[in-house]
Nanobody
């Protein structure tokens, strides 16, 4: 069954921007550690950004300064604003939820344990 739903993916030229949203019907996302992950062709899945219940954040070095993760608790949405996109950002982007403690583990970059979405494709052309 679908736990999380991502939207906002698409195709954009290098240097452009996209905003991804993640939401759930049956869960209140403000109660979970939330993260965005991505997997490019032939690559392993990697953690992109993380946001804790406190709204503290963490980012992969490759996206730091370009991507921003945030919560819109009123709308039950997790946002990933992606600016200055590069071709190497091309990937399927997944939203995931974990227990509150998972946001304080260094292993978050490997994934979160509770719920996952089916992904939204981001393609960046040069």
């Amino acid at each position: 069954q679908v736990q999380l739903v991502e939207s906002g993916g698409g195709s954009v030229q290098a240097g452009g921007s996209l905003r991804l949203d993640c939401t759930a019907s049956r869960y209140t996302l403000k109660d979970y550690c939330m993260g965005w992950f991505r997997q490019g062709p032939g690559k392993e899945r990697e953690g992109v950004a993380l946001i804790a219940l406190s709204q503290g954040t963490a980012y992969a070095d490759s996206v730091k300064g370009r991507f921003t993760i945030s919560r819109d608790n009123a709308k039950n949405i997790i946002n990933l604003q992606m600016n200055s996109l590069k071709p190497e950002d091309t990937a399927m982007y997944y939203c995931a939820a974990g227990g509150p403690d998972e946001c304080y583990s260094r292993s978050w970059v490997k994934g979160l344990s509770k719920f996952w979405g089916q992904g939204t494709q981001v393609t960046v052309s040069s």
